[in-house]
T-cell receptor
Framework: AQSVSQHNHHVILSEAASLELGCNYS??????LFWYVQYPGQHLQLLLK??????LVKGIKGFEAEFIKSKFSFNLRKPSVQWSDTAEYFC??????????????FGQGTTLQVKP | NAGVTQTPKFRVLKTGQSMTLLCAQD?????MYWYRQDPGMGLRLIHY???????AKGEVPDGYNVSRLKKQNFLLGLESAAPSQTSVYFC?????????????FGEGSRLTVL
């Protein structure tokens, strides 16, 4: 079955620490990959996306992610987190193919808490 | 543009009551989706639509019905609410050609079933 797994459920960091959130998907075919962020009390917002081309993708607010096809991974990184990065982060995958209708499959989410 | 708008934002129901959540988008998107968000489970797809007049089941469709009579609206109905349907519901829409396109989300509707 198609699935998305986020390994870290709850991460606590101090400001200026580096961040890496893991995301793995289960299917070996063609995929579109996304990271969404949900700030407290708000709706989901797109952080970055990968469709094709350069596997290192840069998003908003200094976030980046690297698509490693051989590892079925799309990990999110940020060199130095800020208190305002406190939020829940979701990895999502769009599995492409004839039976797919563009629906996203989401990971369980990772709650990031940044201490000032 | 308003983007994706959900109404109501909050609702409390008693077990067995019915209600409808409305999702409206003004981006002329073909695809629309209803997700539910529960702690530790991420977002799970309830139903979706690939165009006006079409609907299809997602991962967790039981207990819900949907309709897409107009392209801009996607309605989610609960005919007989159960406490297990207490959740935050998100509507999303997608443009793009073929399979490619990011989802735009509404602000969510928090439903409590007592």
């Amino acid at each position: 079955a198609q699935s998305v797994s986020q390994h870290n459920h709850h991460v606590i960091l101090s400001e200026a620490a580096s961040l890496e959130l893991g995301c793995n998907y289960s299917y070996g075919g063609t995929v579109n990959l996304f990271w969404y962020v949900q700030y407290p009390g708000q709706h989901l917002q797109l952080l970055l996306k990968y469709f094709s081309g350069d596997p290192l993708v840069k998003g908003i607010k200094g976030f980046e992610a690297e698509f490693i096809k051989s590892k079925f991974s799309f990990n999110l990184r940020k060199p130095s987190v800020q208190w305002s990065d406190t939020a829940e982060y979701f990895c999502a995958v769009n599995y492409l193919g004839s039976s797919n209708t563009g629906k996203l499959i989401f990971g369980q989410g990772t709650t990031l808490q940044v201490k000032p | 543009n308003a983007g994706v708008t959900q109404t109501p934002k909050f609702r409390v129901l008693k077990t067995g009551q019915s209600m409808t959540l409305l999702c409206a988008q003004d981006m002329n998107h073909e695809y629309m989706y209803w997700y539910r968000q529960d702690p530790g489970m991420g977002l799970r797809l309830i139903h979706y639509s690939v165009g006006e007049g079409t609907t299809a089941k997602g991962e967790v469709p039981d207990g819900y019905n949907v309709s897409r009579l107009k392209k801009q609206n996607f309605l989610l109905g609960l005919e007989s609410a159960a406490p297990s349907q207490t959740s935050v519901y998100f509507c999303a829409s997608r443009g793009g050609t073929g399979w490619i396109g990011e989802l735009f989300f509404g602000e969510g509707s928090r439903l409590t079933v007592l």
